[in-house]
């Protein structure tokens, strides 16, 4: 059974970075992609960015393009988001993922295997 913990969250003024890390819990991953996502408070869990563990293809939400960078560590099992210009609307905790096999959309939580417990993001303004 895979574990993923994710690390980096913090508070932040707008405008600011942060950089996230999840670490899985075995280095050699057996999985089609990782990804990123955030829950706001009363809100639904929403897809952030992806990237995919075999040819390191990298896809991200309209919200974050641009702002965000998702990457890996094939060697140490570990994704990263980096996260600059941050807002106020990105607060949120934040969860890392991990899918065996793409079932034709990165989007849906349902098809991932594993799950972080989350860390949380404040952004200030």
């Not at 819990?25 to 990237?51: D, G, Y």
Request: aromatic share 12%; net charge neutral.
């Amino acid at each position: 059974q895979v574990q993923l913990e994710e690390s980096g969250g913090g508070v932040v003024q707008a405008g600011g970075s942060l950089k996230l890390s999840c670490a899985a819990s075995e280095a050699t991953l057996s999985v089609n992609h990782m990804s990123w996502f955030r829950q706001a408070p009363e809100k639904e869990r929403e897809w952030i960015a992806s990237i995919n563990w075999i040819d390191g293809g990298r896809y991200y939400h309209p919200s974050v393009q641009g702002r965000f960078a998702i990457s890996r560590d094939n060697a140490e099992g570990t994704m990263y988001l980096q996260m600059n210009d941050l807002k106020p609307d990105d607060t949120a905790v934040y969860y890392c993922a991990a899918a065996k096999y793409y079932t034709g959309s990165y989007r849906r939580l349902h098809s991932y295997d594993y799950w972080g417990k989350g860390t949380q993001v404040t952004v200030s303004s």
